[in-house]
């Protein structure tokens, strides 16, 4: 399955008609293009995919061009998802292209914060587990880069959880 997004490369304002979500993390190797095809197959299955469009960058250029993690690819597939994504840095055109920017940890979400403010755009920036109603006040998906399997497998509960309720809210609030 592809997402049903092409990273932007221009500034574009994302259409009345159809809500863009771009999710961020650190590399773009783990958690975010997690919480991309995670979100990705929940729209897909909600027969959204022309509503919502979704995609994922890193605060950071370390893993430019580079496919997901492999372990995060090995627990997707498991689990029934494709990651497509290619990693890619966030630029202040992400702040115009998207009309959400989801932060997976407290620092995602101050870099997001401090890139906003260089921007002319109007993306809303929130933290992922926020949308988790089962979530503490503040909760992050801890980064499972340097951690093992189960360290994955955690991150991956998080972000279903999340996901499921970020569709929901945005299904009640954008009416889809």
């Not at 771009?22 to 022309?50: M, W």
């Not at 370390?62 to 966030?90: C, F, M, N, P």
């Not at 991956?156 to 009416?175: H, Y």
Request: net charge neutral; with cysteine.
């Amino acid at each position: 399955m592809s997402s049903p997004v092409s990273h932007p490369e221009t500034t574009t304002t994302p259409s009345p008609n159809k809500l863009s979500v771009c999710f961020v993390c650190l590399g773009n190797i783990c958690r975010s293009p997690t919480a991309e095809g995670v979100f990705t197959k929940l729209v897909v299955d909600a027969g959204l995919r022309g509503r919502i469009r979704v995609d994922s960058v890193g605060t950071g250029a370390w893993h430019k061009g580079e496919r997901a993690d492999k372990r995060a690819r090995t627990e997707a597939q498991r689990r029934g998802y494709d990651l497509q994504s290619v990693a890619r840095q966030i630029t202040t055109a992400d702040f115009t292209n998207h009309n959400l920017l989801i932060g997976m940890d407290l620092t995602n979400l101050r870099e997001l914060e401090a890139l906003a403010a260089k921007s002319n755009g109007t993306a809303k920036i929130s933290l992922l587990r926020s949308y988790d109603p089962l979530s503490p006040t503040d909760a992050e998906v801890p980064d499972p880069y340097y951690g093992g399997v189960e360290d994955f497998t955690r991150m991956f509960d998080m972000v279903e959880a999340a996901c499921k309720g970020l569709l929901a809210r945005l299904r009640s609030e954008w009416g889809l």
